[in-house]
């Protein structure tokens, strides 16, 4: 991670990339989220989805793992390269979780992040807090889902 | 599901409570959240949360499942007495999600809800819509997450 005073808004990023498949989300699904249109195509046919389709939640979980990954990689460099790298702090959560369309078998979600607000912690002066737009988005480039992420970043020592 | 009809704002439930173990905790962060806090004790130890603690989004997590599991023992309920069963529609999303307090190996969570309003949906006529304040408490009755749900309810058919 980079530290606070080296991110500014408009900042994009693109996480990286998922095809969801019917195996695994049947299998997320009956661990978290058994409703019949997630768990057996036949159910799913005969819903207002007319086809298997993942759990919103699952939508969601890959963008984390696929951020975190991301996060991983990007510290991994700045460790090559001796550089410091400023601690990712904990999530005060997020608010505006849309499902706009979606995520069928088959279907390749791109995941990204837009920061749109930074400030300074008013309660934690060594951290700031950093706002963030982040998004799926199918093959045909149609947005699945959306929400607005905030978390803590380290501020640089002395900073 | 009851029908749209049959639901009013200041209905609650409890949906079931979980107790959460090292083991599921780690396999639970090394799929969706690789967060070392949320992988490893010593790493924990280290970081601000001090322990081994769960992903919120497991929390989460955990919230949606024992919610569908409540609703289909409610459905089973309704078959068993022969009186028709609503269907629960897709969710259009979630706001302001807050992870308030960390969950740690042990905590035991107790999943609720809260109907806070409902309304006949504008695009989606045979469809009500109905919007919830969902939490999650720890053994001392802490509030350890909450958001504000809302899902599709069908309405009764010449309702």
């Not at 963008?63 to 990712?88: H, K, N, S, T």
């Amino acid at each position: 991670m980079k530290f606070f005073e080296d991110i500014a808004v408009g900042e994009k990023a693109v996480f990286g990339r998922h095809t969801f498949a019917a195996e695994e989300i049947k299998a997320f699904a009956a661990q978290f989220d058994p409703q019949p249109f997630h768990l057996d195509e036949a159910a799913a046919a005969r819903s207002h989805f007319g086809a298997l389709c993942a759990s919103g939640w699952h939508t969601v979980m890959l963008w984390m793992r696929l951020a975190m990954l991301y996060r991983r990689a990007e510290d991994d460099a700045l460790r090559v390269r001796g550089e410091p790298v400023a601690q990712l702090g904990p999530s005060p959560g997020f608010r505006d979780l849309k499902w706009h369309e979606p995520v069928y078998v088959g279907d390749t979600i791109t995941f990204a992040t837009e920061v749109v607000e930074t400030r300074v912690s008013k309660s934690r002066p060594a951290w700031g807090l950093v706002f963030n737009v982040n998004t799926g988005a199918n093959q045909d480039g149609t947005l699945v889902m959306s929400f607005i992420g905030s978390a803590f970043v380290e501020r640089r020592p002395g900073g």
